[in-house]
């Protein structure tokens, strides 16, 4: 890809998105960027406008209102329908409890949001993408859809869920000259644990306690790397664990 190109991240006013954005903007790109925080997300705007000097397009909204998701489609310019690159990465886990005693709306968020939600963006991303006859779609996946652990059965089926959506539409959309890629990251220390925990941001320090995790650069520039194969070279999928971690739930700890 170019200096120039454009590319929508969703879930950018945190973590990994916020790092793939600040990642792809410092080589020009052009960004739209989607997320349900307003301000974080105007902020990163603004600071990436100043500092990269490129045009940003904050899209403000929920990717579980498919409706809200079709009208900030509907209103895009020409100009901002060019998409190169989907990273769909908006997701989270909600909750942390064997199935036996779940909360049933923590699954109901993970699976709109990351299935249902992706899946949204994933339509109607491609379909531009499809209109312009190229473009790359990375979907974030996790070591969650490769193994899985006790308490994280939803989540897990949820990531398990976006590799099987990865690989099917590989099938439908290589024709189009597009390529659909996903990635896998371990353990990285963002708000994801936080989120996970309901706000209880001392056990989520813990889970990052006595190794040395991720950070969200790692998988930016896992990504950014994924982005600037020839145009004839599709990463498939990319796993990238902490030293530390071998497995979903595997992790030496030294505490
Ligand atoms: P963060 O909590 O830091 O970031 C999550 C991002 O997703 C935020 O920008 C949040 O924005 C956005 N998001 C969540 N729900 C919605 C929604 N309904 N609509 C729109 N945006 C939403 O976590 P990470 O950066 O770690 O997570 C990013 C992705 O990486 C997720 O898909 C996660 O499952 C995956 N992942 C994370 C790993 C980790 O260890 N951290 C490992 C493997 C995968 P906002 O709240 O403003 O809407
Ligand atoms: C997030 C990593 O191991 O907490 O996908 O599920 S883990």
Redesign the pocket.
């Given at each position: 890809m170019e200096s120039g190109s454009l590319a929508l991240i969703?879930?950018?006013?945190?973590?990994?998105?916020?790092a793939i954005a600040i990642k792809l903007a410092a080589a020009g790109y052009r960004l739209i960027l989607?997320?349900?925080?307003a301000d974080?997300l105007a902020s990163l705007a603004q600071q990436l406008r100043s500092n990269a000097g490129v045009e940003v397009l904050e899209l403000c909204?929920?990717?579980?209102d498919r409706e809200a998701a079709r009208a900030a489609f509907a209103h895009l310019s020409p100009a901002w329908q060019q998409i190169d690159v989907l990273v769909n990465?908006?997701?989270?886990?909600q909750g942390y409890e064997p199935v036996h005693t779940g909360d049933e709306s923590d699954w109901d968020t993970m699976l709109d949001?990351?299935v249902k939600?992706l899946l949204t963006m994933a339509k109607a991303v491609s379909n531009l993408m499809i209109g312009n006859a190229k473009g790359h779609i990375i979907n974030?996946?996790?070591?969650?859809a490769k193994d899985v652990y006790a308490n994280g059965a939803v989540y897990c089926a949820s990531?398990q869920a976006v590799d099987a959506i990865t690989k099917v539409m590989r099938l439908e959309l290589h024709v189009y000259g597009i390529k659909v890629s996903s990635i896998?990251?371990?353990?990285?220390e963002?708000?994801?644990s936080e989120?996970r925990f309901k706000g209880d941001k001392q056990r989520a320090a813990q889970v990052y306690k006595g190794f040395e995790p991720l950070q969200?650069v790692d998988i930016a520039e896992a990504v950014w790397f994924m982005i600037n194969r020839p145009a004839h070279v599709n990463i498939a999928d990319l796993i990238i664990m902490p030293t530390a971690q071998a497995a979903s739930g595997v992790v030496k700890k030294q505490l």
């Open positions: 969703t879930g950018a006013t945190s973590g990994i998105g916020e989607t997320g349900r925080r974080r909204f929920d990717v579980r990465n908006a997701g989270l886990s949001t990351n939600g974030v996946s996790s070591t969650a990531k896998a990251p371990g353990l990285a963002t708000e994801f989120v969200a």
